[in-house]
């Protein structure tokens, strides 16, 4: 037998058993410890309620709770630029989309249709946290109630909700990145334009990433003789 593999001390019909500790009378009939849970129960029974009666009471959820997912909109536009990674990111499958690109529009890029499935969203909040731009984010909204399949597909109307709503959930999310990834974090919504043209001097929508990279460089190495001279 190789040395790695311990011998067995007994079989799992023996009794004897190297290393267990011994029961005392009381302990195994287990009466003390029955009485015990009986007497927790009776004083837990006078202790002040904390049930709310629903509907009528509903919960107010704290800034870190984790509801239906929604898009943010930003100045009458969604934030979303997508980029697919929320899709990508998530478990179940929940989240489905289709990208296009306007001429016309600083971000370029959004989704022509979002749609989530709320039936598969199982509120991890993983698209929540790879979603580069803050697009998607977990609400408060807990009470769902659908009637057919079809109703518990939520697309972009119904996913869109202001900023200005989102703002407590927003702020919650920047001082949580801030102590997990240092205080560098700090989400600027002007990087919420996601464009490969060449913006510095001219709007040149034929040069390539290659060439903007290189229009940039010579500008930035033309600088500094400007400002010796």
Known sequence: MPDNLEQPVTTALGGDHSGERKLKFLERIYLPEIFKALWYTLKQMFQPKFTMLYPE????????????????EDDGQERCVACGLCARACPPLAISMQASEISDDPKERYPTFFEINMLRCIY??????VC????????????LVFTTREEAVYDKSRLLQPKEELKERLDYLREYKNRQFGKFWNFDESNNIHSVRNRDKRWETSLSLVEMIEEQRKEGNQQPDQERT
């Open 57 to 72: 009471e509903r919960f107010d959820p704290p800034a870190i709770f984790r509801g239906r997912p929604v898009l943010v």
């Open 124 to 129: 991890c909040g993983y698209c929540e946290d």
């Open 132 to 143: 580069p731009e803050e697009a998607i984010v977990m609400s408060k909204d807990y009470d």
